[in-house]
């Protein structure tokens, strides 16, 4: 399933996190909660590599090759947290609270991060009630690769992951266009999270090839 991916290494971090900071520097979510590009630039540097290292003690990364064109993670709900990872992205996050704060208002931060529970609550309703199904996340391309083939590539490997587990795979994006690339690779919008006090929407798509989720209404 993965043979044509490469698992992340230390070797790829840098990489790895430049290549977020590109896909999501115009990300709504990120620019809704940094409104200011070059701000927003500083704080996403400053925030992936943490984010990978979260990621990593929960799921596994897989890069496009040594040149990390793309990357994206897949989580296995259900299994055991790896705690030496998470502490380790414990550690890094305490060091970098300090710069992280003076780019930012910590209550404006949080502020902004509550009106997101619609959107997670959805996910919350599938971790609840099921015990293991797959759920992929920071699926990203650096812009200079897009178009090339490289999303297919790696939801291809989940997608089949998810059949021969025989369970049902899990994501959102705030895109639109994200939205129709994973249609057309078998996901089904299961729904559009809107909110007044919000400038976007968030897309929950499922794909569940053997009608898992049809059982809980």
Do not use: W
């Amino acid at each position: 399933m993965y043979n044509h991916l490469i698992p992340l290494q230390k070797r790829h971090y840098t990489a790895a996190s430049d290549v977020l900071t590109n896909s999501f520097i115009d990300n709504p979510m990120f620019v809704y909660f940094f409104p200011v590009p070059q701000k927003r630039r500083k704080i996403l540097k400053m925030t992936f590599p943490i984010v990978i290292q979260v990621l990593q003690s929960n799921g596994r990364l897989y890069v496009t090759s040594e040149n990390v064109e793309g990357l994206f993670c897949v989580t296995r709900h259900g299994e055991k947290t790896k705690i030496g990872k998470l502490f380790l992205a414990f550690a890094a996050c305490v060091f970098r609270l300090p710069q992280f704060f003076f780019h930012l208002s910590f209550v404006e931060f949080m502020r902004k991060a509550s009106r997101l529970q619609p959107a997670n609550a959805t996910l919350s309703y599938y971790k609840k009630n099921f015990n293991d199904f797959l759920m992929v996340d920071s699926v990203c391309v650096d812009p200079a690769h897009r178009h090339q083939g490289h999303m297919t590539e790696m939801m291809k490997a989940a997608v089949a992951e998810t059949k021969r587990s025989k369970t049902f795979c899990l994501l959102q994006t705030e895109t639109i266009q994200n939205v129709r690339i994973y249609q057309h690779l078998g996901f089904s919008l299961v729904k559009e999270v809107k909110s007044d006090q919000i400038p976007f929407s968030t897309y929950v798509l499922i794909y569940d090839p053997f009608g898992i989720t049809n059982v809980v209404t």
